[in-house]
């Protein structure tokens, strides 16, 4: 598998930071309602090609939605989110604690007024990496600083300016350099609210 170097890893962050800065740009250029918001939930996370199981951990943080179009919209975000994974060892488990800042920008499609769906890409800066295992909890290093990923999902708003959501996000980034290959896995259920 072809393993990116850091200085790849540079470039492809500036790149993505440069086209989601210039698409927002042209998108809230043509909005039509702005609006913000705060938002926060549960995150069921895994990693990928390792023997894990899901850890159960959360997310909190902002957005903003730009409504362009009677049934589009842009919505960028700026969360702080728990993933990692849980290893199950003989009498014992290992729980690897990732926090990350993540960024994604959601194109959103409203069926109904109430109702859309959503996907787009997302950029995760690694904030913290902890292995607990026997109740002692440590830093650990070889994780990679930068997360390249990707995001779908669906939600309601209600009336009231409260919104519930449902969320899969996953990693095109391999975590760390070995013989596995672990990319991030999350799913997301929360509750929004938008200031109007």
Do not use: C
Not at 48 to 66: L, Y
């Amino acid at each position: 598998m072809l393993l990116l170097s850091p200085i790849h890893l540079h470039i492809m962050k500036k790149l993505f930071l440069t086209v989601i800065i210039a698409a927002g740009a042209t998108f809230a250029a043509q909005a039509q309602d702005i609006s913000f918001g705060v938002k926060g939930g549960l995150n069921v996370a895994s990693m990928t090609d390792v023997d894990a199981s899901s850890k159960i951990s959360g997310h909190i943080g902002g957005f903003a939605n730009f409504k362009f179009q009677k049934s589009w919209a842009i919505q960028p975000e700026l969360l702080f989110s728990g993933q990692g994974a849980r290893v199950d060892l003989p009498g014992d488990d290992l729980k690897y604690a990732l926090s990350y800042i993540n960024i994604p920008v959601l194109f959103q499609y409203y069926f109904l007024p109430e109702f859309y769906a959503e996907a787009g890409p997302q950029l995760g800066i690694l904030a913290s990496s902890r292995v607990k295992r026997g109740g002692v909890s440590e830093d650990v290093d070889g994780f990679k600083s930068v997360d390249i990923g990707s995001a779908i999902g669906v939600g309601y708003k209600f009336p009231i300016n409260v919104g519930v959501y449902a969320r899969y996000t996953f990693g095109f980034t391999d975590l760390i350099d070995g013989l596995a290959d672990p990319r991030n896995s999350v799913f997301q259920i929360g509750a929004s609210y938008t200031f109007k």
